[in-house]
């Protein structure tokens, strides 16, 4: 069977983006309880919509005490304001991901371009990727791997 390759561009979580995405693009539009953070917005090229997707660490765990719900928010509110967050970053996300929403087809450049302009930082890697491949092997280790070093690899991005 052939892989089917999805335009994408990746981020390493850093503080800077947190606040990026908390600043540009709100409140995600969903939140999991296997700590992903998902906004879908029309900002792609031609206005195509795209899936930013904020990916937990491998083996993620809710910090006690904050709900599914309040997790990004308060942890941006805190890294905006030079606060302590309720977990330090490195234990909830791994990276953003961006890609197109709904299968729509695209060429990773103008993807990238996009992603900047709504973002306002640079990817640290961008190309095709093989979203079935990291998810079979996210299921089978039971969220025990980091989807953003798999993807990070299959681009040939540096390891954050």
Same mark, same amino acid.
């Not at 195509?48 to 942890?75: C, K, N, Q």
């Given at each position: ?17 947190? $606040? ?11 939140? /999991? $309880? ?19 997707? @904020?990916?937990?660490? #491998? *083996? /993620? ?7 599914? /719900? ?19 970053? #490195? ?5 953003? =991901?961006?890609?197109?929403? /709904? ?8 993807? $990238?371009?996009?992603?900047? #302009? ?9 190309? @095709? ?21 798999? @993807?990070? =690899?299959?681009? *040939?991005?540096?390891?954050?």
């Amino acid at each position: 069977m052939t892989a089917r390759l999805v335009p994408a561009a990746v981020w390493w979580a850093t503080p800077d983006l947190i $606040v990026a995405l908390d600043e540009r693009f709100g409140e995600p539009l969903d939140s /999991y $309880v296997n700590g992903s953070q998902v906004w879908v917005r029309e900002d792609g090229p031609g206005g195509m919509a795209l899936e930013w997707r @904020l990916h937990p660490v #491998a *083996g /993620y765990r809710r910090p006690d005490g904050i709900g599914t /719900y309040e997790i990004f928010s308060r942890t941006a509110l805190a890294l905006g304001l030079g606060e302590s967050p309720p977990a330090p970053l #490195a234990l909830l996300w791994d990276g953003l =991901e961006v890609f197109p929403a /709904y299968d729509d087809e695209t060429e990773p450049t103008p993807l $990238v371009a996009a992603a900047v #302009a709504a973002l306002g930082i640079e990817p640290d890697a961008s190309g @095709l990727v093989d979203h079935e491949s990291v998810a079979d092997e996210w299921e089978r280790d039971q969220g025990g791997i980091s989807i953003v070093a798999r @993807l990070m =690899e299959q681009l *040939g991005g540096a390891a954050g």
